[in-house]
Structure formats: C-alpha cells, structure tokens
C-alpha cells in the first residue's frame, strides 16, 4: 500500500511541476513581448522627435523671420 501511494504522489508532483514550468515559460514570453513593444515604442517616439527637429529646423531655413 505504502508504495502505491508514494507512486501516486510522485505521479501527482510530476504533473504539477509540469505546469509551473509551462506557466514560467509563458511568463518569460509575455515579458520580452511587453518589453519588446515598449522598445518599439521609444524607437518610434525617438523617430518622430528628430524627424520634427528636422523639420522645424527646414522651416527656420526657408522661411523669412521676424
């Protein structure tokens, strides 16, 4: 009897480190997806910054001022 019941709770442990290790890995995926779009983002916004800079710095050229 003894036996049986250590197998079953051997069994029953397996299965749920099994699951921790699934929820981890998914975990670790949603992190660098976050942290990957947030990069994107700064890049994006960082884009935006010099392409206005550029932009007003054209108009200061072209335009008569003041």
């Known amino acids: ?7 079953t709770l ?3 442990s397996t299965l749920l480190l099994q699951g921790c ?3 981890a890995v ?7 997806a976050v942290g990957t779009v947030g990069l994107v983002g700064s890049a994006a916004i960082g884009t935006v ?5 550029v ?3 054209t108009a200061d050229a072209v335009l008569p001022g003041k």
């Open 1 to 7: 009897m003894r036996p049986l019941l250590l197998a």
């Open 10 to 12: 051997l069994a029953s």
């Open 21 to 23: 290790v699934v929820i």
């Open 26 to 32: 998914v975990d670790t995926a949603a992190s660098l």
């Open 49 to 53: 910054k010099v392409a206005g800079k």
């Open 55 to 57: 932009v007003g710095a």
